[in-house]
């Protein structure tokens, strides 16, 4: 039985039908599920819409659609000059401007063949644009990081499959996850084949083709292989013949590639990293990445230095679950053999572990170890490094699980570093071990008592020093009154320290055991004081916030007691509001002073958040200060009272897009500065930021004064600059210098960066940095996003960026 269709609209065929309709418009043909065969896993078929301007064919054998003709499917549109169609296997083959859309992957081509329900078929002479939604990673914690040099380049974005900086772990779970890439992160990739086959969902075979992460129309850059597996189950893409083009010229070639196509950790080489600097020469460093399990990946490194040799170094990292509680931790090794400038062979090593559990019990291990006294001056280009003296090896466990009160045990030493012979520095005294209790109940009795307690055991590494034991017993009690604008805290306790001292042989007779016992005083008390204000036509809440202490502490002369760990404490706000001068329980001053401080906010009303914040505040000492460290000389003066100098700060926002920072100390007697920092910051949008500051510190032990400015800026659309400058008016020498060029093509980026930094009073290096960021893909040459962000404050990855942990 034959019918036509004189308009479009839903046509009913005959089981019987086998010849051709007439051509009388647009005709669809619905496949109802039980014309079509089961699927796999006893689901219910799902119907198959086919439309074209002619449709022929037996509905249960063979469908033939001509012009136009789509076919669809749920999930699946397919569209070609002519499709034919076989219900009982599914199967497709289309003809002539083919084009298959499934979700948001779009295949087009020549001709194809297509199993629709199972996805297995090929297409000739195609084209492809595939898009992917990432799972959610882990969330990251900050992991700590080896200050070897071999790792400041860990963060370097790779084939795709860069090794994340952090772990991250959740409770219950013991899969390490990158932070490279945020959660949901859409990925695009497209490219061309003379040949594209579908295995099944999520899994394609490309036979003479292309790949790259660039928009449509915008090849800059690509990668061409002979085969090439893409694999969006495991998000991983392999391929034979590879090679990468950028503006149309072959720059890297491998014959066998492995990628990530979502930024997911996996084995294998890294791009290898290439760069100079003026202590080292030319340097290249190729990297292998071991994604060894879930929870566990390693990184072995060779290092071509040209002026000092070859260099190894690895890194293992771990996270896991046990007996109810999480462990982590991450080893740093390198080795130089024989570096030809100094003859010598040079080697780091970095461990970090800790661990809690659930009974309460936690510990870490940190331990540094380097080979020589300029071994990060030599082989590292960040400053944080090459300025480092002291190496921490330390081991700790703590207990927790008394609820109001918890203990820690600590054994620490350090290896002293003496990279600049004009400043030694000196040694500090090793803890073996050092016992602390720390006991708290916030009510008991209508009070807030509190108790710290402390064993140490000091120990120097020369024999000339004096070693000893020291217990210091803290019990004290406060009865807070507080009530919402105003409170007032007194507070009375009791320290009690106890020394058992031995002395190298050529000291001079001195009393081996020692004890000190002194009350602590104070009461602390303040108001708040609110009021509605408009500044610059914009409404806030206004504060006035005085502040007074009183402390009072006796006098007991301290000076055979020896320093182990004591120093004189930074004089700042926090520190006035504190019952010792010292940091260290070797030194407690005498006291009967007062502090005075008022401090007043501006709050944006409608959302809490603090828009500035002013403060001035002074000690005014009512007894002169007895209690002195070795060598430094007793406050005293004339007066019945004295008075500290003037601490004033200001923080905030200055107008919309400026914001200020200043710190100023005053000394009021002699009507000078003792020290200041000024430093403002312009941010008017993304990518912008200007910085300038100036500190000024003549007093301290290596006295400061320089100026500093850095900042981030767009040329034009594409180009932007980024530089530091800080310079030191004391030594007439730059202390950092930055300069660089950033081009931002959209799918790719070229960063070159010129870093300078003064190692030593006398010496300084230099390193040159060229990065090409291919969007999605990797970064050849050497990563200088490190440097950037720590260096410059404000400063924010470009959109070409691949690595977006990078501006955490």
Known sequence: MQKSAASAGSLPIAPALAESLPDAGPLSLRMAPAMLPPVSGGKEPRPVFLSAQRISGVVNREMMAEDAAELRKAGTVLTADRLTYWPVDDEVEAVGKVRIEQGEDVISGSQGRLKIEDQVGFFDQASYFVKRQSAPAVAAQDGKKSDLPWADVQDESTTGFAAPRVLGIKPGQTRLKSPTKPANELTEARGEAERIDLEGENQYRLTSATYTTCKPGNDDWYLSFSRLKLDYDNEVGTGDDATVHFLGVPILHSPWASFSLNNERKSGFLI??????????????????????????????????????????????????????????????????????????????????????????????????????????????QITSTSKT????????????????????????????????????????????????????????????????????????????????????????????????????????????????????????????????????????????????????????????????????????????????????????????????????????????????????????????????????????????????????????????????LLAAFSGQLLPRLYADVAVQFDINDQRFQRYSLGTRYLPGPGKVLNAGYRYNVDAATPIKEFDISGQWPINARWQAVGRYNYSLINSTPVEIIGGLEYNAGCWALRTIVHRIQTTQADSTTQFFVQLDLTGLSSVGTNPLTVLQRRIPGYTVGQAATDPALAE
């Open 272 to 381: 290898p990293r290439y760069g100079s600097s003026s202590d080292n020469g030319l340097e290249l460093v190729v990297p292998y990445y071991w994604n060894i399990a879930p929870n566990m990946d390693a990184t072995l490194e060779s290092r071509i230095l040209s002026k000092r040799g070859f260099q190894l170094g690895s890194g293992f990292r771990y996270l896991n679950t046990a007996y109810g509680g999480t462990y982590r931790g991450e080893m740093f090794g390198e080795y130089l053999p024989h570096d030809r400038k100094t003859n010598t062979d040079r080697w780091g090593v970095v461990l970090n572990h800790s661990q809690t559990q659930a009974n309460g019990f936690s510990g870490t291990i940190n331990y540094s170890k380097v080979s020589d006294n300029d071994y990060y001056t030599d082989l590292s280009s």
């Open 390 to 645: 002291q190496l921490l090896q330390q081991g700790v466990l703590s207990y927790g699980g008394g609820g109001w009160w918890n203990a820690t045990a600590n054994l620490q030493s350090f290896q002293t570093l003496q990279p600049d012979p004009k400043n030694p520095v000196a040694k500090p005294y090793r803890l073996l071990p050092q016992i602390t209790i720390n006991a708290r109940q916030p009510d008991l009795f209508s009070s807030d008592s509190a108790f710290f307690g402390q064993y140490t055991a000091f120990v120097h590494p020369d024999a000339d020093k004096v070693e000893g034991q020291r217990v210091v017993l803290q019990p004290e009690v406060s009865l807070p009154y507080v009530t919402p604008g105003w409170y007032v805290v007194p507070r009375i306790g009791v320290n009690f320290t106890q020394y058992s001292l031995s002395y190298p042989t050529s000291a001079n007779v001195l009393p081996t055991s020692i004890s000190r016992t002194l009350p602590i005083v104070s009461v602390d008390s303040g108001m708040t004081f609110e009021r509605s204000s408009n500044w610059f036509g914009r409404d806030y809440t206004q504060t006035l916030e005085p502040r007074l202490f009183y402390l009072s502490i006796p006098y007991q002369n301290q000076n055979n007691i020896p320093v182990f760990d004591t120093a004189l404490a930074d004089f700042n706000f926090a520190q006035i509001f504190a019952d010792n001068q010292f940091s260290g329980w070797d030194r407690i001053n005498n006291a009967n002073q007062l502090t005075a401080a008022v401090a007043s906010r501006l709050i944006d009303p409608s959302s809490g958040s603090e828009i500035m914040r002013a403060m001035v505040g002074e000690v005014f000492y009512f007894t002169d200060n007895r209690v002195v460290l070795p060598g430094a000389q007793a406050r005293t003066t004339d007066r019945k009272w004295d008075k500290s100098d």
